[in-house]
């Protein structure tokens, strides 16, 4: 399986052929257009429940945006990610993927390292090493996703007077 992403030709052998893999790097309708990809794989541009595709896929390749990083962590993903060079978002995806790794469950390309041979030497090592993948898996869905309960209790405690 070969096809184009980044001015790169990305090879992977048949054994990650056969596994899914979700490719997210918020590629624009324009670069969309130039990447060359075999039958059977679909890229989008904009995924609007793109928890369908986490579940589906073994991996998550995708740049530092919070948004699928943490969608993905919750849904126990293995995830690999890179940032952009461009300095308008290059800080807040170093610091999103830096807050993952520390817990366990991305493998980080930087951008200056980034490269389709990287990529596909990344993700052949997940796929051939169950332990690493599995311990990844464990380490995002230890990742609390209560969020949204908690902040409302608070609030309505703190509403009824019962938090100062």
């Known amino acids: 399986m070969d096809f184009l992403i980044n001015d790169g030709t990305l090879s992977l052998p048949l054994s ?10 918020g590629l624009t309708e324009r670069a969309l257009d130039s990447i060359i990809v075999p039958d059977g794989i679909i890229v989008k541009n904009f995924i609007q429940d793109l928890s369908i ?7 998550i390749v995708t740049r530092g945006g919070h948004g699928t990083l943490m969608e993905a962590s919750a849904l126990g993903s293995p995830i690999i990610a890179t940032n952009m060079n461009d300095p308008y978002w290059r800080l807040e995806e170093l610091y999103n993927i830096r807050r993952l790794k520390f817990i366990g469950n991305v493998t980080f390309i930087p951008a200056s390292d980034f490269s389709p041979d990287r990529l596909a030497r990344s993700i052949v090592k997940l796929l ?11 380490a995002g ?24």
Do not use: H, W
């Open 16 to 25: 990650a052929a056969c596994s899914r893999i979700l490719l997210n790097l």
């Open 128 to 138: 051939m090493n169950d332990t690493i993948r599995e311990e990844m898996i464990k």
């Open 53 to 59: 595709y986490i579940r589906a896929s073994d991996i």
């Open 141 to 164: 869905l230890s990742i609390p996703t209560d969020g949204r309960q908690k902040a409302a209790e608070l609030i309505y405690r703190f509403l009824k007077g019962e938090v100062n």
